[in-house]
């Protein structure tokens, strides 16, 4: 295989172990397969001679730290750093074949000649910022998982470049690789104690120099439509065609609050999964805001549509479960706002322009926070999360890493 740089060769690594979440599972981790990965992380960080490397069986997380270098150093807060090793349900992990665009001249790349799936800067326009760079995409038919494994390659990268570069003095530093945050599990069993962190940083952004310390309120909403199946020739005044209701039922949401039509702060509700007969649907929604106070709305607005339905009706024929997920950091991080402001140095020091943006969408750090760790959300180079026209750019990859070392070396 050619020979890449350190952090590309173990993401070209660990991409090819499929570590797929799954939504509907009852198990933590919700597949055992992100084990895997998990097995493998914890045999390189003690093959790089770090001797505290501590492995959760049960569920699969990964906790590792550094030990403090020169004087004084073991007095500083313990800075960590995290990445999640699923990758999303929605596509598939699974043989993993990423390809290797070099020096991207700014056309069409052909993800799939057989299957015509093209990445076009027509349809990506923030390709064109990488003319003349490395990108890594896929090959049409899977997801990258660059979300997050370039984040956990990136931090492994930076383990092993301190490891073997004692020379260089840093506070003690604490690592975790997680499973299940695609489906929200992230942190439900992280120990906290464990990991030892005073604050961290998750890596589990987009383009370089994304910093990000506010995400959106997010919850889950799942709805079961009982409708009352008739012959349909025999059906007057007798029928209720439960997947007729469940189309009644989005059309009443407000149309401009879809993704598709939203951007920066505004939030959504996004329509996940609907399946069913006329005898019974179901339906699976994620609402998303900023704003806690338009969070809240949103729910309540969810919820008077079915009670809407269930009268025009004439029976409670419509229920509705919504659990909150997580909330956005903001209200954590701004005590810690040197966080922020640490890691804008660092980019501008290796001419990297910050990008202070709000995540549309969450992280382990947003609950992570709300935990008792203020943790923001670094980038990781990536671009197109979740789908088959995913890719990362090599150059970007390389930068991240030095930006963990210069954080990782900022005294504290």
Do not use: W
Request: charged share 25%; aromatic share 8%.
């Amino acid at each position: 295989m050619e020979q890449y740089s350190d952090v590309i060769t173990r993401f070209l690594r660990y991409v090819q172990v499929d570590t797929q979440s799954q939504e509907e599972s009852q198990t933590f981790p919700s597949t055992d397969k992100q084990k895997k990965l998990a097995v493998m992380l914890v045999k390189e960080l003690t093959d790089m001679g770090i001797t505290d490397v501590q492995y959760d069986e049960q569920y699969g997380y990964v906790y590792a730290h550094l030990q403090a270098v020169g004087a004084g150093n073991e007095n500083q807060p313990v800075l960590g750093f995290i990445a999640h090793m699923d990758t999303s349900p929605e596509v598939s992990g699974a043989e993993v074949r990423p390809q290797i665009v070099k020096e991207y001249d700014g056309g069409d790349i052909v993800l799939n000649q057989a299957m015509q799936v093209i990445l076009s800067p027509q349809d990506f326009p923030e390709l064109s910022a990488y003319v003349g760079q490395d990108l890594i995409t896929t090959d049409g038919t899977t997801l990258l998982g660059a979300d997050d494994k370039a984040g956990v390659a990136e931090i492994m990268s930076m383990a092993a470049y301190l490891t073997k570069h004692p020379e260089i003095e840093h506070g003690r530093i604490a690592i975790a690789f997680t499973p299940d945050e695609e489906v929200g599990g992230g942190m439900d069993h992280f120990d906290v104690e464990t990991f030892g962190a005073d604050y961290a940083y998750t890596v589990d952004g987009g383009k370089l120099g994304e910093l990000e310390y506010e995400n959106f309120n997010a919850a889950a909403a799942h709805i079961t439509l009982q409708g009352r199946s008739v012959h349909p020739g025999d059906a007057k005044g007798k029928m209720r065609n439960a997947l007729l209701m469940a189309m009644e039922l989005e059309k009443m949401l407000p149309e401009n609050e879809k993704p598709v039509y939203t951007s920066g702060y505004e939030g959504f509700f996004h329509l996940t999964h609907i399946d069913g007969s006329v005898e019974q649907a179901q339906m699976d929604y994620i609402i998303r805001d900023h704003d806690r106070v338009k969070f809240e709305k949103k729910k309540e607005t969810l919820r008077c549509i079915v009670d809407r339905l269930n009268k025009r009706y004439e029976t409670e024929c419509i229920q509705v479960e919504i659990t909150d997920q997580y909330y956005n950091m903001k209200e954590k991080l701004e005590p810690y706002m040197f966080l922020i402001e640490d890691a804008k140095e660092a980019m501008k020091d290796l001419g990297v322009t910050p990008i202070v943006q709000p995540i549309r969408g969450g992280t382990d750090g947003a609950r992570l926070s709300f935990m008792g760790v203020p943790c923001p959300n670094l980038c990781t180079g990536g671009h197109n999360y979740h789908g088959r026209y995913e890719y990362c750019c090599i150059q970007s990859m390389e930068k991240v890493v030095e930006l963990l070392i210069a954080l990782a070396k900022k005294e504290r």
